[in-house]
């Protein structure tokens, strides 16, 4: 099994670009999350899905948008990307949302210039 | 949101016992307790989790204080594999959240 899978593990983007970091997960997990993680810093959320169609915010949510069509795929867009977006991004997923183990990815470095 | 703290750092001698406090004060009676560890470069992975009561698995135990605003992880037998940053997260209905962490180091 693949597990959680994000793309692409390293970006460089200019202040004002905009992309999106991919994930996947072959697993069937109802429940997916995005994070980012600062240097030192604790993993925060950013926007989390209970399944296809319905996402939520997290704690640090401005910026970035979210949409799960899918139950495999949460992908991540970044509006217009900011140095303060810079930092290492991480996705996960699990069955239950509450009582199971949360799958992590490798996670995606992003500098924003 | 609940939060939790944990202290930044704590040293540990290899094959002895560790225990990583928590503290999440404000906690709410739907939330599970987990609890993580993140190498460098890597993904945070799977220790343990729990509600009310004490769990115990193969890699550690948890203890849970009876008003459920500590809780405690038990590393029966530090090797030097165990040194990471360990993170106590609070999980209700898919939303999750993460202290600092404690880096735990591992001395020969």
């Known amino acids: 099994n693949a597990g959680v899978t994000q793309t692409p593990k390293f970006q460089v983007l200019k202040t004002g670009q905009s992309m999106t970091l991919q994930c996947a997960q072959d697993m069937n997990h109802e429940y997916m999350s995005w994070y980012r993680q600062d240097p030192g810093m604790g993993l925060r959320l950013i926007h989390y899905?209970?399944?296809?169609?319905?996402?939520d915010q997290g704690e640090v949510p401005n910026g970035y948008n979210v949409s799960r069509s899918t139950t495999e795929d949460f992908p991540l867009r970044l509006l217009s990307a900011a140095p303060s977006q810079t930092s290492v991004y991480f996705c996960?997923?699990?069955?239950?949302?509450?009582?199971?183990?949360?799958?992590f990815g490798e996670g995606s470095r992003l500098t924003v210039l | 949101d609940a939060k939790t703290t944990q202290p930044n750092s704590m040293e540990s001698n290899e094959e002895e016992p560790v225990h990583l406090p928590c503290n999440h004060s404000?906690?709410?009676?739907?939330?599970?307790i987990h609890w993580y560890r993140q190498l460098p470069s890597q993904g945070p992975e799977y220790v343990i989790h729990g509600l009310t009561s004490n769990v115990n698995n193969r890699m550690a135990s948890l203890a849970i204080a009876e008003d459920r605003k500590s809780s405690t992880l038990i590393l029966h037998r530090a090797t030097l594999r165990d040194a990471a940053v360990y993170y106590c997260?609070?999980?209700?209905?898919?939303?999750?959240?993460f202290g600092d962490g404690t880096t735990l180091t591992v001395k020969p």
């Open positions: 996960a997923s699990d069955r239950t949302g509450s009582t199971g183990e949360l799958f």
């Open positions: 899905s209970v399944g296809a169609g319905i996402t």
């Open positions: 997260i609070l999980r209700d209905g898919g939303k999750s959240t």
């Open positions: 404000t906690i709410s009676g739907t939330d599970y």
